[in-house]
């Protein structure tokens, strides 16, 4: 069956410290991948997606991730994280290169950051 | 503005009431979908829709309905709710499958 890992399910990091969220999934065809993001009591808004061309895709408020096929892996990295990042970072991917709006999440990461 | 409304916000009722919770939308999306997030497990898709009367199962459709007979509302209904139907719902609407899904706030149901 199709997944979505993400590995790291809780992250506690310093402002100004590097981050590196880990994604990975288990559709080998076409996808479409997603990073969500969800601050404390608010709904899910979109951080950054990728659909095609280069995999280094960046997205909102200093985020970007890299899609690397050969591992079925699509990290979502900030190099200097904010108190105001704190939030739950979902990874999403639609199979079948979006031929419908199936849309699978893994269980998120929630990062803490202290200022 | 563009928004995803959901009611209700909050819900609580009993094993076996039968309960609809409504979402519209007013961007004139064709897709829309249902989800549920349950701590550690993430969102899961419950159904989702593609165009008016076209619906289609979710990773956890079991125990729930839905509708499609506008473009701009998706019900979810729970013919005999369970407790292990307690969860926060959302729904979601984009352009097409290229677009981002917006969310709407969420409905906190408990089935007691």
């Known amino acids: 069956a199709q997944s979505v890992s993400q590995h790291n399910h809780h992250v506690i990091l310093s402002e100004a410290a590097s981050l590196e969220l880990g994604c990975n999934y288990s559709?080998?065809?076409?996808?479409?991948l997603f990073w969500y993001v969800q601050y404390p009591g608010q709904h899910l808004q979109l951080l950054l997606k990728y659909f095609s061309g280069d995999p280094l895709v960046k997205g909102i408020k200093g985020f970007e991730a890299e899609f690397i096929k050969s591992k079925f892996s699509f990290n979502l990295r900030k190099p200097s994280v904010q108190w105001s990042d704190t939030a739950e970072y979902f990874c999403?991917?639609?199979?079948?290169?979006?031929?419908?709006?199936?849309?699978?999440f893994g269980t998120g990461t929630l990062l803490a950051v202290q200022p | 503005e563009a928004q995803v409304t959901q009611n209700p916000r909050y819900l609580i009722t009993v094993t076996g009431k039968k309960l609809t919770v409504t979402c519209s939308q007013n961007?004139?999306?064709?897709?829309m979908s249902w989800y549920r997030q349950d701590p550690g497990l993430g969102l899961r898709q419950i159904y989702y829709s593609m165009n008016v009367e076209v619906t289609d199962k979710g990773d956890v459709p079991e125990g729930y309905k839905v509708s499609r007979k506008e473009k701009r509302n998706f019900p979810l209904i729970l013919e005999s709710p369970s407790p292990n139907q307690t969860s926060l719902y959302f729904c979601?609407?984009?352009?097409?499958?290229?677009?981002?899904?917006?969310f709407g706030d969420g409905t906190r149901l408990s089935i007691l």
């Open positions: 999403a991917v639609n199979p079948w290169g979006g031929a419908t709006n199936k849309l699978i």
């Open positions: 961007m004139n999306h064709e897709y």
């Open positions: 979601a609407s984009s352009l097409n499958t290229y677009q981002p899904q917006h």
């Open positions: 559709y080998g065809g076409t996808v479409n």
